[in-house]
């Protein structure tokens, strides 16, 4: 079972679940959540992360603004306050804590040095800006929101980044897709795997838009990933 723990960084105090992988040791992937926080979807994915050998770590990305995030995507007052909360983050910021955590994490007991990353949504942009600004041993970006105004900085990175579209995603434009995968075409760093007919959260285990086949294709690709880019230099 999965536990709590506190991450000291410059500002405070900051909530991260961690899960150990069976053997109790192995690389890390911090996971980045989606809007909704720390909730129950996002422990799953450590899990499900665990399993695969990993140890899996999710921080509270909303932490300056309020501790605790734990919201449901389903419920209309927690789906505006998760909307709040977006408009509000600052990704900057957010970009230098997620660095620090994945510095803190690669100390944790049984992690074996390296450090990976997962986000989801809005944590599937902060995977795409903290491959920029800071790499990573490898990250995957799932349905990475608002990537399309930040192209300038696609060729910037420079570790393994794999990136997941829905087809069919109604907050990412097709038009946005086209300009990211255009921005990230000439970057042999980067690899993106479209899904046609998929919506946004496609891969979220309670989501309205959960495709079953699609979710387990994308997971599948991501587990891969992060074994050949982690596991085997471990």
Known sequence: ??????????????????????????????????????????????????????????????WRQERGVDLSPR????????????EIYDRDQGA???????????????ASGKVGLVGYCLGGLMAYL???????????AYYPGMAENYLSEADKIQSPLMIH???????????????VSAAVAANPAVLIHAYPGCGHAFARHSGERYDADAAALANARTWRFLKDKLLAQA
């Open 165 to 179: 579209l829905g087809g069919d995603d109604e907050y990412i434009s097709q038009g946005a897709q086209r300009s």
């Open 1 to 62: 079972m999965g536990q709590y723990v506190d991450i000291e960084l410059d500002g405070g105090s900051i909530r991260a679940f961690v899960e150990h992988p069976p053997s109790g040791k192995g690389p890390v992937v911090v996971v980045l959540h989606e809007v909704f926080g720390l909730n129950a979807d996002m422990r799953a994915s450590c899990r499900e992360l665990a399993d695969q050998g990993f140890l899996a770590v999710v921080p509270e990305l909303f």
């Open 96 to 110: 230098e804590d997620i660095a620090d955590v994945m510095e803190f994490a690669a100390t944790i007991p049984g």
């Open 75 to 86: 419920t209309p007052a927690d789906v505006d306050k998760a909307i709040a909360l977006y």
């Open 130 to 140: 903290v491959s920029a600004r800071h790499g990573a041993d490898a990250a995957v």
